[in-house]
C-alpha cells in the first residue's frame, strides 16, 4: 500500500531541480493580468514570445500557478491541454513548471475528496501525455479512494506497466494485491461467485504469470461445481513450486466430487473434444464440446437431411457472432437428445450454414444440467445430473 508520502514521492516532479523556478512570478510577455475566461488557442499564443528563442523574464504580474490554477478551474479540459501543447512548442523550462503545479493540484483535489476532477484531468492529459507516471499514480489513487476497486486495480496495472524502477514496480504489485484480496473478501461475503470470476479473467489475462490468480479461480468453479473449468485452472499450476501441493488437493477434491458421474468417450481431434450424440432416436450426431456456446449448433446440411423426419418445433431467429461477423440464425426445438445413457428432453440448436465443426456444437444449454468434467488423461466426459 503506497502511504501519502510515497504518494508524493511518485506523484511529483522532483523539486530540487525547480528550486531556481519558484523563487519569481513568471509572466510570459506583458499581457493583462486576468486570464481570458474563454482561453483559446490564439489568446494562448499571445502569452509566448513570438520567437522561440526570446528569453523569458520573471515579472510579478502572474504566476504559472496562477495560470494552470485558472485553467484547472474550468469545466472543459481543452484550454489547460492546448496551453500544455503552446508551452512545449517554446520553452521546456516553462512546460516543466506548468507541470509540477497541474499534477500538485491533482493531489490536492485527491485529497479533498475531488476524485473525479482529477479523473477528468488526469485522463485527458494522459491523452497527450499518456505514459507519465505521475498522473497515472494519481489517477489510481482516485479510484482506490472513491472505492472503486475494480477501476483502481485496472490502472495500477497501467501504472505498473509504465513503470521502470524495480522498488516501484514491486510496490505497486503489492498495492494490488492487497486490493484484490480485500475485493475477493467482499464480494465472497456476498456471495457474488460470477462477479468475482469476471475479475479473475481480467486479472489471469493481465497477469497470466502470477499463478495465486488461477489458483483462486478454480476454487471459485469448484465452488460453482464447474468441474470442468476447475481442472482447466488447477492445469496451469500443478507443477507450480508452492503451489502444487495445494493444487492437487483440489484436483483429488474434484475426483472425489466426480465418483458415481457417467463416463463419456470422447474423440479428440484438432485441438478439440467431440462426443457421439443421438437426436430424436433419429440420427446419431458428432458434436465439438464448446463450453463457451450458450447454445447448441447444428449445421444446416445435416439439418435439412432430418428436418423431414424429426420435424423439429421452430423458436425463433438468434443473433450470433461468428469468424465472419454477427449474423442471423433460426433456432429449433427438438423433442429428445441421449447423451451416454442420458436422456434431455426439449433440445434447442441453431442452425448455421456453412458449420466446420463435425455435425455442429453441443453448447451449454445441454451441459448444464449436468455437473461435469472432462478428464483430459482419459479422454472421457464425466456426467451426473444436476
Do not use: C
Request: hydrophobic share 40%.
Amino acid at each position: 500500500m503506497f502511504k501519502k508520502t510515497t504518494i508524493k514521492n511518485i506523484s511529483l516532479i522532483t523539486v530540487s531541480g525547480l528550486a531556481g523556478w519558484f523563487s519569481h512570478q513568471w509572466y510570459i510577455g506583458n499581457n493583462s493580468a486576468e486570464l481570458p475566461v474563454q482561453f483559446n488557442a490564439s489568446q494562448m499564443s499571445s502569452l509566448l514570445p513570438s520567437n522561440p528563442s526570446q528569453s523569458i523574464k520573471p515579472t510579478p504580474v502572474i504566476e504559472m500557478k496562477h495560470i494552470v490554477n485558472t485553467l484547472m478551474a474550468l469545466s472543459d479540459t481543452t484550454p489547460l491541454i492546448e496551453f500544455f501543447d503552446e508551452l512545449n512548442k517554446h520553452n521546456d523550462g516553462l512546460s516543466e513548471v506548468a507541470t509540477f503545479h497541474f499534477k500538485a493540484k491533482l493531489q490536492r483535489w485527491n485529497e479533498d475528496n475531488m476524485h473525479q476532477r482529477v479523473l477528468t484531468f488526469g485522463e485527458a492529459f494522459l491523452e497527450h501525455y499518456y505514459n507519465d507516471t505521475d498522473v497515472l499514480a494519481l489517477i489510481a489513487d482516485a479510484h482506490r479512494q472513491a472505492n472503486d476497486t475494480v477501476s483502481a486495480i485496472k490502472s495500477y496495472y497501467r501504472l505498473k506497466l509504465h513503470t521502470d524502477e524495480p522498488d516501484k514496480v514491486q510496490s505497486i504489485s503489492q498495492l494490488i494485491y492487497d486490493l484484490v484480496h480485500r475485493y475477493h473478501q467482499q464480494l465472497a461475503q456476498r456471495q457474488e461467485w460470477h462477479t468475482l470470476l469476471e475479475l479473475y479473467d481480467y486479472l489471469i489475462g493481465t497477469e497470466p504469470d502470477y499463478p495465486y490468480y488461477f489458483l483462486n479461480q478454480a476454487k471459485l468453479y469448484l465452488r460453482l461445481k464447474d468441474y470442468f473449468n476447475a481442472n482447466q485452472s488447477l492445469a496451469y499450476i500443478l507443477h507450480d513450486p508452492i503451489l502444487s501441493a495445494e493444487a492437487e488437493k483440489l484436483s483429488d477434491t474434484i475426483a472425489r466430487a466426480l465418483t458415481g458421474h457417467i463416463p463419456i468417450p470422447l474423440h479428440w481431434s484438432n485441438d478439440s473434444y467431440f462426443v457421439s450424440v443421438r437426436l430424436d432416436d433419429i440420427v446419431d450426431l458428432n458434436l465439438l464440446i464448446d463450453t463457451g456456446a450458450s447454445i447448441s449448433a447444428m449445421s444446416l446440411h445435416l439439418f435439412q437431411t432430418i428436418k423431414s423426419k424429426s420435424q423439429p418445433q421452430f423458436i425463433a431467429m438468434h443473433r450470433v457472432s461468428t469468424a465472419n461477423g454477427t449474423i442471423k440464425a433460426p433456432a429449433y426445438r427438438f423433442k429428445h437428445l441421449t447423451i451416454g445413457d442420458q436422456r434431455i428432453s426439449n433440445v434447442d440448436f441453431i442452425i448455421i450454414d456453412n458449420l466446420t465443426a463435425a455435425d455442429g456444437l453441443l453448447g451449454m444449454n445441454v451441459l448444464k444440467q449436468f455437473e461435469f468434467v472432462i478428464d483430459q488423461q482419459q479422454h472421457i466426459l464425466l456426467l451426473s445430473p444436476q
